[in-house]
């Protein structure tokens, strides 16, 4: 018998998450489709900052970083983004996972060693996470998905509509600089800000805004979260 994927979960589990509950039946019913099954462990941030965190997480074939920020240790997430990141663990961050991904990689490695997050640290002179001039909380946008890219490998169209849930986005101002800087911009919205966010050069990593696992399903699961798992085998 075909073991099952390990999906190690960063993230604070409740289960008055809509996102939360959705997260594991995307994962479940994604695995499925690829014939395989997906045992889906949620990793409380604060159990990350001690120092078995990377012995923890080094036990899971694949790390996502779940909505429902702020994470009850911002340090536990980060050390888990950037252990996924420097160990070529496929990685999917969604929403709050997006975020903290973004501040990961501009600390880690274009040097922003004061890079924040406004809800958290709202006076921070660096705030490469800020409020969304208006919440996408509740909405659906359509997001263009950029040419060449993973993400559009993976849907196979050049834009798609996804729900949202965020008040927090990666801020204007740090957009072309982390794009520069490796992390490729690799979905927009209307206005050209990032939603989709991959490092080409790593088995899977990729970032979104938006949360698919809202809109997956058994019948079609979403191709962003399938992809994530064909990498994980």
């Known amino acids: 018998m075909t073991a099952a994927l390990r999906v190690g979960v960063i993230g604070d589990y409740n289960v008055g998450y809509p996102s939360h509950l959705a997260t594991n039946e995307a994962l479940g019913h994604a695995a499925k489709s690829l014939?395989?099954?997906?045992e889906c462990v949620w990793l409380p941030t604060e159990s990350l900052t001690g120092e078995d965190g990377k012995a923890v997480l080094a036990r899971y074939d694949a790390l996502f970083c779940a909505p429902g920020s702020p994470?009850?240790?911002m340090g536990g997430a980060l050390r888990a983004i950037r252990y996924a990141r420097e160990h070529d663990r496929p990685f999917l961050g969604i929403?709050?996972?997006?975020?903290?991904?973004?501040?990961e990689y501009?600390?880690?490695v274009?040097?922003?060693a004061d890079a924040e997050h406004e809800e958290t640290a709202p006076g921070a002179g660096e705030l490469v996470i800020s409020k969304l001039v208006c919440s996408l909380a509740g909405q659906q946008h359509t997001v263009y998905v950029t040419p060449g890219s993973r993400a559009r490998a993976a849907y196979g169209r050049d834009e798609t509509i996804e729900a949202f849930r965020c008040n927090y986005g990666l801020n204007p101002a740090y957009q072309q600089r982390l794009h520069a800087g490796g992390l490729r911009v690799s979905g927009v919205d209307e206005n050209g800000e990032?939603?989709?966010?991959?490092?080409?050069?790593?088995?899977f990593y990729m970032a979104t805004l938006f949360v698919p696992q809202?809109?997956?399903s058994a019948?079609?699961?979403?191709?962003?979260?399938?992809?994530?798992?064909?990498a994980a085998m």
């Open 35 to 38: 014939g395989r099954e997906c």
């Open 71 to 73: 994470y009850a240790s």
């Open 95 to 103: 929403c709050g996972g997006f975020q903290h991904a973004m501040i």
């Open 106 to 108: 501009a600390r880690n």
């Open 110 to 112: 274009l040097g922003v």
């Open 194 to 203: 990032a939603r989709i966010v991959e490092l080409p050069d790593h088995r």
């Open 214 to 216: 809202l809109t997956s």
């Open 219 to 230: 019948e079609s699961p979403h191709p962003l979260i399938a992809a994530y798992l064909r």
